[in-house]
Nanobody
Framework: VQLQASGGGLVQAGGSLRLSCAVSGRTVSSYMGWFRQAPGKEREFVAIVRWNDNSAYYADSVKGRFTISRDNAKNTVYLQMDTLKPEDTAVYYC????????????????WGQGTLVTVSS
């Protein structure tokens, strides 16, 4: 499985960005997730989508502001980020796993290369 993340950039607080993660190779996974890692911090869960029915799960810190979705035809997962805050600044990674639901990054075997999101105040 190969994952290609894109869409990061610099945005002012209150603005929006949409991240994309294109999946290729093996058939799509059970769960696709977005995680982020800020400087000096561990990678953390942001949002996860279950591929077969588009069920979504969110970290409390982004609930109501971020929306994860997937497009079957394009084998792509999106993260729409609205009302961005400076504390959302991080490198965002998409990850994929087969099997049961987990929101711990260590259970995700496949990763994209990361895309930097910077939110200025």
């Amino acid at each position: 499985v190969q994952l290609q993340a894109s869409g990061g950039g610099l945005v002012q607080a209150g603005g929006s960005l949409r991240l994309s993660c294109a999946v290729s190779g093996r058939t799509v996974s059970s769960y696709m997730g977005w995680f982020r890692q800020a400087p000096g911090k561990e990678r953390e869960f942001v949002a996860i989508v279950r591929w077969n029915d588009n069920s979504a799960y969110y970290a409390d810190s982004v609930k109501g502001r971020f929306t994860i979705s997937r497009d079957n035809a394009k084998n792509t997962v999106y993260l729409q980020m609205d009302t961005l805050k400076p504390e959302d600044t991080a490198v965002y990674y998409c990850g994929a796993r087969y099997g049961s639901y987990y929101d711990w990054p260590k259970y995700y075997r496949y990763w994209g290369q990361g895309t930097l999101v910077t939110v200025s105040s």
